[in-house]
């Protein structure tokens, strides 16, 4: 008895793991342009139209191209129907929830290299052509380097 519960007690420890050790390796694995592309996801301060008519940018109106009231990250990455392979980026993420999305390493990954191959964001084209470019030079650097 006194063995299952210092099991339990081990494993309640596991889960309180706090959220910075995890945010932290959310990062792992994506590439430079896949990084600021989730950062700009998570804060939400990306070059959509809905984001640049709020903030002033002459756009027009913050109408999707398809027609939809507001050009969202949630409704190009959920919903918008110009938009392609959308299945295959949600089969990787593991999860059709837009909040798991960003908030899992797996998710986070699949997400910003979908978003970068659709081109909706005129300042990746130039990631998106890099990466075309040096598919074998796309490792990223060691997690730790002396400089
Ligand atoms: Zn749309």
Same mark, same amino acid.
């Given at each position: 008895m006194q063995r299952l519960t210092q099991a339990r007690g081990a494993r309640a420890v596991a889960w309180s793991t706090p959220w910075g050790t995890i945010t932290q390796g959310l /990062? !792992?694995?994506?590439?430079? #342009?896949?990084? @600021?592309?989730?950062?700009?996801?998570?804060?939400?301060?990306?070059?959509?139209?809905?984001?640049?008519?709020?903030?002033?940018?002459?756009?027009?109106?913050?109408?999707?191209?398809?027609?939809?009231?507001?050009?969202?990250?949630?409704?190009?990455?959920?919903?918008?129907?110009?938009?392609?392979? /959308? !299945?295959?980026?949600?089969? #990787?993420?593991? @999860?059709?929830n837009y909040n798991t999305l960003l908030s899992t390493q797996k998710g986070l990954k699949a997400v910003t290299q979908w978003l970068i191959s659709q081109n909706v964001l005129n300042q990746f084209r130039v990631a998106r052509e890099i990466a075309v470019e040096g598919k074998g030079a796309s490792i990223g650097p060691p997690l730790m380097t002396l400089q």
């Open positions: /990062r !792992e694995g994506l590439t430079k #342009a896949e990084n @600021t592309m989730a950062t700009l996801l998570r804060t939400g301060v990306i070059g959509l139209k809905d984001w640049l008519y709020w903030v002033g940018v002459p756009v027009g109106s913050p109408r999707c191209e398809c027609g939809w009231p507001r050009q969202s990250p949630k409704h190009v990455i959920l919903s918008c129907p110009l938009r392609t392979n /959308r !299945e295959a980026m949600l089969l #990787a993420a593991g @999860t059709e």
